[in-house]
């Protein structure tokens, strides 16, 4: 079983290296640095940059909801203030 194992890391080593030293190497090199420069023209962002834009929005749609909130309190509490300077106005 040893002796398997040891021969199956010494070829996985050669082919590793052997990859390294082609064409392939360049291929891929150039292939990541095509779709760099595509995905920077698609105007992406990280995961990272969005899930901290997501948790902006979601702070701020709680505090919207807050003042929302506040602004129908008061409104509810001077409603009867409010329409009757409305009718006052209007006379």
Do not use: W, Y
């Amino acid at each position: 079983m040893m002796l398997g194992q040891k021969m199956f890391e010494e070829i996985s080593g050669k082919l590793g290296q052997a990859l390294a030293d082609s064409p392939a190497k360049d291929l891929e090199k150039n292939l990541r640095a095509v779709l760099q420069g595509v995905f920077a023209k698609l105007d992406l962002v990280t995961r990272e940059e969005f899930d901290v834009q997501q948790a902006v929005l979601l702070k701020t749609r709680e505090k919207l909801e807050a003042l929302e909130a506040k602004v129908a309190e008061l409104e509810a509490r001077h409603g009867g203030e409010a329409s009757e300077e409305s009718g006052n106005l209007a006379l």
